[in-house]
């Protein structure tokens, strides 16, 4: 079973359109996390969100959108799609709270490639 | 905020025993993680230090010293499988308890 998941794992769009990724966590975490990994493999955070509320949210452009229906999705629609979006975007999740030390489990990636 | 540094590249023989170095910087601190990434896959935990000195598992320990800002992976009996990106990240403290990430070690186990 897939403990976090991304749909899809490849976004191939042209410059301007609106797309979305999603990301699903069956582990029973409160917390989930947008990463954005560009070309140069820099892992860098970009929203996360606890039991539905964001709680970090990095200087990202506004075009780019988090949602959290529930604790156990964490969804990112992007608006007007330049070609610097072009990257692997990771969702992650874990466990905050007392006694957890909030390991991130990743899930395997959303590649989107602006044309 | 955070600052996290590491080295781009290391190479190294199969059987042999790599240090990767990390230090950070960072206005609040709650812990040291490491992860290593293959090509094309997620990122996944290895290790986390809290406290100062080494944890060991396995192949793989890490030592962490909270005073110098500093942490290493060391991998012992390199294997070919062991070529990857390895991260080095530090947690915030805090409420959010943000990752921040270094850009990763790249390492090439070679025959």
């Known amino acids: 079973d897939t403990a976090v998941s991304q749909t899809p794992k490849y976004l191939v769009t042209q410059m301007g359109n609106d797309k979305s990724i999603k990301c699903e966590q069956n582990?029973?975490?409160?917390?989930m996390y947008w990463y954005k990994q560009d070309s140069k493999k820099f892992l860098k955070i970009m929203f996360s969100?606890?039991?539905?509320?964001?709680?970090i949210n990095e200087t990202v452009p506004n075009r780019f959108s988090p949602k959290s229906p529930d604790k156990a999705h964490l969804n990112l629609h992007i608006n007007s799609l330049e070609l610097g979006d072009s990257a692997v975007y990771f969702c992650?999740?874990?466990?905050?709270?007392?006694?957890?030390?909030?390991?991130?489990?990743f899930g395997p990636g959303t590649r989107l490639t602006v044309l | 905020g955070q600052n996290i540094d590491q080295p781009t590249e290391m190479t190294a023989t199969e059987g042999a025993i790599v240090q990767i170095n990390c230090t950070y910087q960072?206005?609040?601190?709650?812990?040291l993680f490491w992860y290593q990434q293959h090509a094309g896959e997620a990122p996944t935990f290895l290790s986390y230090?809290?406290?100062?000195g080494l944890e060991e598992k396995g192949r793989f320990s890490s030592f962490l010293s909270r005073s110098k800002g500093y942490s290493y992976l060391l991998l012992k009996e390199l294997q070919m499988k062991d070529s990857a990106s390895y991260l080095c990240?530090?947690?915030?403290?805090?409420?959010?308890?943000?990752?921040?990430f270094g850009s990763g070690t790249q390492l090439t186990v070679l025959p």
């Open positions: 230090n809290v406290l100062d």
């Open positions: 992650a999740s874990s466990q905050l709270g007392t006694g957890h030390y909030n390991e991130q489990f």
């Open positions: 582990l029973g975490h409160d917390t």
């Open positions: 990240a530090a947690l915030a403290s805090g409420s959010a308890r943000q990752l921040t």
């Open positions: 960072t206005s609040g601190f709650n812990g």
């Open positions: 969100y606890n039991n539905k509320e964001l709680i």
